[in-house]
């Protein structure tokens, strides 16, 4: 199912921004429509909707408008989208100053500068066993940004890697725990302290299936 979701405006300019590297990268950014639906960070929520009520109140201009019974802050429109991430721009229709409102914090631990939204999406994704195409339909049909391939892969090869090592951790650390108890209690196989492993058996149906 193809959903148009956003509607482009004329404006179209390009956002200077610095990468993980230290290089200087231009990106161009479509200034779409702010419609339909997007998940946003409550905590970003609380802390734009201070900035705009505080400015709502400062604004001479803004309170004539608000007591003229027009709106004094409108929200503009999304002048970015990092796969779930948006950057929304609204405008106090008073003085005209602009605000620009991240719909989600990034992650800086662990090196990475990702999206939090956009790691748990991927998460989300990997976990329940579906892919990028079933989390792009799911979003197109919520008439939300969906995410692009290669945003997706990167982020799925670093949750890989953070996998790796806590598996390596635990499976190193059960390890140790058994070979503790086989010790205690005098179970050994060849010398090698041994545990006993119960298996249930199982094949897929359709090697089963060529090898009849
Ligand atoms: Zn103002």
Redesign the pocket.
């Known amino acids: 199912m193809i959903m148009k979701l956003l509607k482009p405006t004329i404006k179209k300019k390009f956002q200077v921004y610095r990468s993980v590297d230290g290089v200087l990268r231009s990106v161009e950014i479509n200034n779409i429509a702010a419609t339909g639906y997007r998940i946003i960070n409550l905590q970003c929520l609380q802390k734009h909707v201070s900035e705009i009520t505080c400015?709502?109140i400062l604004?001479d201009?803004?309170r004539e408008k608000a007591i003229s019974g027009a709106v004094?802050i409108i929200l503009e429109s999304q002048v970015a989208h990092f796969g779930l991430a948006v950057i929304l721009a609204a405008k106090?229709t008073?003085?005209?100053?602009k605000f620009h409102f991240e719909t989600s914090p990034k992650l800086l631990n662990g090196g990475t500068r990702h999206y939090d939204i956009n790691v748990r999406a991927v998460w989300g994704s990997i976990v329940s066993g579906n892919g990028l195409a079933h989390l792009n339909e799911q979003l197109a049909s919520m008439d939300s940004p969906t995410m692009a391939q290669n945003t997706f892969s990167v982020i799925e090869k670093e949750i890989n890697q953070w996998w790796k090592v806590m598996v390596e951790e635990e499976m190193s650390s059960a390890i140790d725990l058994e070979k503790k108890i086989a010790i205690e209690k005098n179970r050994y196989h060849e010398d090698i302290p041994s545990i006993t492993v119960i298996c249930d058996g199982g094949w897929s149906k359709k090697v089963a299936q060529a090898l009849i």
């Open positions: 400015h709502a604004c201009k803004a004094p106090c008073g003085c005209g100053k």
